[in-house]
């Protein structure tokens, strides 16, 4: 090898050394301004009213948020199943209030909902809490008809019914939502059109409008947030 091209080939050796050196000193300072930071992951908000509980610490007073739960509730599925809180304990999941000869909002409410249960087929921790606010018309027969029109697995997607006043009173002041006996209305009923999400402690952490096809994608990508809490 020539003396030029040897000097060369040093010089090209040296220089890749420095990139190389350049490079790890690079990646090591992003490193530690990244661990250093406050910088923390997305994180859904709390919906209802809080508490304030004031307590003492062994640092001093302190001062607890506490967000309202859904409350206790039982109902019978689908599958004349009991379905209560226990059922959802430990569970993300999407409630709504609907009923299955609705001639508005509901029939497009399903098929947004379907489409996030499809989304999250394979994610069994989702679960899904439909309610009927017709409990008269729908039986846990024709509830189990539309499900399965609607290709919704009964593990993870009940619809329930149960007394209609339990059902409005929950939908009032557990969900936030709104249900009555309306004869003016189509269907002779009106409801909200909301999705609510829901936290594994029971905790509303969205509401969605169900008929919204830019607000189901919110909560799509809600859902993959709340899932790394």
């Not at 921790?125 to 606010?133: A, R, V």
């Not at 008929?211 to 994608?217: A, F, R, W």
Request: hydrophobic residues 35%.
């Amino acid at each position: 090898m020539r003396p030029n091209n040897l000097k060369k080939k040093k010089e090209d050796k040296r220089r890749g050394l420095r990139i190389t050196a350049g490079t790890l000193i690079l990646i090591a300072v992003i490193a530690v301004i990244w661990s250093s930071s406050n910088v923390k992951p997305p994180r859904l908000p709390f919906l209802g009213d809080p508490v304030y509980k004031k307590k003492n610490t062994a640092q001093g007073p302190k001062t607890d948020t506490i967000y309202p739960i859904i409350p206790p509730f039982s109902f019978t599925d689908q599958q004349r199943q009991p379905v209560s809180n226990s059922t959802y304990k430990g569970h993300i999941y999407i409630a709504d209030f609907f009923f299955t000869s609705c001639p508005t909002i509901c029939p497009v409410m399903s098929r947004n909902l379907k489409k996030v249960y499809d989304h999250y087929a394979d994610v069994p921790g989702l679960m899904f809490l439909s309610h009927t606010i017709d409990p008269k018309f729908d039986t846990p027969d024709v509830l189990n008809r539309y499900a399965e029109k609607l290709g919704a697995d009964s593990k993870r997607w009940h619809f329930v019914t149960g007394p209609k006043e339990v059902i409005y009173q929950l939908a009032e002041n557990g969900y936030y939502s709104h249900a009555e006996k309306d004869d003016a209305e189509k269907g002779g009923f009106i409801h909200s059109g909301a999705f609510i999400l829901i936290d594994k402690l029971g905790r509303m952490r969205g509401m969605y409008d169900g008929t919204n096809d830019s607000e189901v994608g919110q909560l799509i990508r809600d859902i993959k947030v709340l899932l790394t809490e």
